[in-house]
């Protein structure tokens, strides 16, 4: 017991050790004189030169490999149009052969294959959990391993240690926290806040399900006590939200809650009933498919969407002259002096150019910006670095129009819930259920929880965020952002939908 216990905390030490790494490195690179902070720049210098580069590239193919064959083992038909890894190495691989061709060092190039590696890495750790522990211990894991990561933004959510740059609007500081940018600040408080909402729930329905099976009073008081920290916890972090006056970062966090509500509505309204009498008594599995009715939101979608819409255009010329600061900037993209937007908007123009010249394999790895400043950058305009502000159109003049396509595939089939698993390895698992008495119905049941669902829509909903957030912020290109994409992304998509053989136990 001692033994499993001091394993269990090593693990716990090592996540995080990296979650920290993760999220903060970029910032005590930048402005710590301490020894974590020289350790961070030191590792820079190693990733940017040249003649060392391509050896940690190479090691990162090579991790991306391994973890990409570890899971090709656990689940079938790789070479299916329908599963997402075939897509992400189509992409990888031609970003692989635009960087050898052309070697030169660059940072994308390293972040975007390391960013898959982590996401790879995070899917095969929610594997083994899935085939080796049971469900309410591997929901724990998902729970505290998200309420780390709220936690870890919460309590960055106050710190604004980075005052070397310094950003206003209108004479109100922008909050940047540890980063460098109140861009990539605000992203990352948006990600907290939808996390956060998602392991309330999430505590609230495990404590449902353990009262149901008699547990113990004292993990019940926990799961309650962890629900109300994640409510404290989303009201900081909402509160750098509004102080990061990013309008893309509001608009993202705003999808991605609105992905996380909208979803859990819609699943209770497909099969609330029966849902819901699996969490109060997990024992009960219908072997029968649902058959509820809709409810009143489903029955209701289009008019709430007409109503929504409605209520945003009467919002917008209601405050459009307001002189509350976070109004006015959520409402200044109606302003035509707003030269914010408008450089954006030449950016974006200038990529897709040098896309139409380069469609199939792009400009190559550090060369659209150049390009931009020197070919594309409007007479009046000096600001060249908008053209990284979006992640997919930089992609595109990068890699060029295909491999644009299959990220776009990829990102698309994850957020599919990683249906493609259930295939042929589900009439072998229902073969394997038959002699232990169990159904194939059951055996969807049992993968398939209400918390393991939630948590799954949790981290689906923190992608999304990040996802739109790319759009007019960049940031997949970035340490702490790209990092917590990739891996909220495959956990989302894996989750339990990781084929497992179901034990005696269980």
Known sequence: MLRKSTATAFKFGIVVLLLFVLLFADGIRGISPSFFGSVAREVTAVFRDPETQWMVFLCLGVYFTTFLFLRTRTSTGFWQTANPNLWLGCVLLISA???????????????????????????????????????????????????????SLASASFLNTNSSHIFEYHG??????????????????????????????????????????????????????????????????????????????????????????????????????????????????????????????????????????????????????????????????????DFSWRNRLSAWEGALQITAEHPWFGAGWN????????????????????????????????????????FGMYVWLCLRNGSWKMGDGEQQEAGRGQKLGIGTQDLKSDLQSPVSDLLSMTCRAGAIVLMVGFWFDGGLFKLATASIFWILLELGSTGNHEIHEPHEND
């Open 97 to 151: 052969m635009i960087y050898a061709f052309n070697y030169s060092s660059s940072l994308d190039a390293l972040m975007l294959l390391a960013g898959a590696v982590l996401g790879q890495g995070a899917a095969v750790w929610a594997g083994f959990e899935v085939r080796h522990r049971k469900s309410e211990v591997r929901n724990s894991l998902g729970i505290l391993l998200l309420s780390l990561l709220v936690m």
């Open 367 to 406: 060369q659209p910006e150049p390009m931009y400043e020197r070919y594309y950058l409007p007479p009046k305009s000096t600001e060249s670095a908008a053209i990284q502000m979006n992640d997919y159109l930089l992609l595109g003049a990068t890699l060029g129009i295909p491999a644009l396509f299959f």
């Open 172 to 337: 109100y500081s922008r909050w940047s926290g540890p980063w460098d940018n109140p861009n990539i600040f605000g992203l990352l408080m948006g990600v907290g806040i939808a996390l956060a909402a998602g392991c309330a729930g999430s505590c609230v329905m495990c404590r449902v399900s353990c009262k149901a099976e008699g547990g113990r009073w004292k993990l019940g008081v926990m799961k309650y006590a962890a629900a109300i920290l994640c409510f404290f916890a989303a009201i900081l972090m909402f509160r750098g939200l509004l102080h990061s006056y990013g309008r893309g970062a509001w608009l993202a966090t705003f999808c991605g809650t609105a992905y996380l509500m909208g979803s859990r509505f819609w699943v209770l309204g497909s099969g609330g009933t029966r849902e819901t009498s699996q969490v109060l008594n997990p024992s009960i599995l219908n072997s029968q498919p649902s058959t509820a009715t809709p409810n009143w939101f489903h029955r209701n979608v289009l008019p709430l969407t007409a109503i929504v819409f409605c209520v945003g255009i009467l919002s917008f010329w209601h405050f459009r002259q307001t002189d509350w600061h976070p109004a006015h900037r959520a409402f200044s993209v109606g302003n035509q002096n």
